[in-house]
């Protein structure tokens, strides 16, 4: 019989399932990555797959949270390091509308096929959660910054929030413009915006 994995053990095997598990769903879509595949790649035996995840579903959400934390604390660092105001509220606006970039995996929660074989599988109201992921990251940073005086008093955030996701969409359709025109484009929507959003 197997000896038990140790606590370190089982931390770093969870690590490199969240790895695989970010790098195959990015690659192949959740529905053509197979669990044996999964733990193959992560070093286990498929049996030791489940002491760690119930399902290939449960870990996509794991490493989805995990995606989420990665990005936020990315975030919080550039936005701490901003020499202005400004180019706080700007780097906000281009780091929600190019998240995608840095973390590919989030593609994922936009593809049907994905969105099918999760709402098989698990509550409908978790499906439809991270969808939620931008404006739960964004709000609480825009309302302190306007409690800060940095944002005008009379900029609605629910408004706000829907001009981040607007940018967000502009660049799923950057194949209809190019990738460098639809940059240039976010950049110069961001410097008006928050032109437009910060106080003087």
Not at 24 to 44: D, N, P, Q, T
Not at 123 to 137: K, N, Q, T
Not at 160 to 168: C, E, K, S, Y
């Amino acid at each position: 019989m197997p000896r038990p994995h140790t606590p370190a053990e089982r931390e770093r095997i969870r690590a490199r399932l969240l790895e695989v598990g970010r790098d195959s769903f990015a690659r192949a879509g959740l529905a053509k990555v197979s669990i044996a595949e999964l733990a193959r790649s992560a070093g286990i035996g498929k049996g030791s797959f489940y002491q760690f995840f119930e399902s290939k579903e449960e870990l996509f959400f794991a490493v989805h949270e995990h995606e989420e934390e990665t990005f936020k604390a990315a975030l919080a660092r550039e936005l701490e390091q901003a020499p202005s105001k400004r180019d706080a509220v700007r780097s906000l606006l281009l780091a929600s509308a190019t998240r995608l970039d840095e973390h590919p995996f989030l593609r994922q929660l936009l593809d049907p096929v994905t969105i099918r074989a999760l709402t098989l599988r698990v509550a409908p109201e978790r499906v439809a959660a991270p969808s939620l992921g931008s404006a739960l990251i964004a709000q609480p940073r825009l309302r302190q910054w306007q409690r800060r005086g940095w944002l005008r008093p009379e900029l609605d955030v629910e408004t706000a929030v829907d001009v981040l996701t607007a940018m967000f969409v502009i660049t799923l359709q950057r194949e209809l413009v190019g990738a460098e025109a639809t940059l240039r484009a976010l950049d110069e929507l961001a410097e008006s915006v928050a032109a437009r959003w910060c106080t003087p």
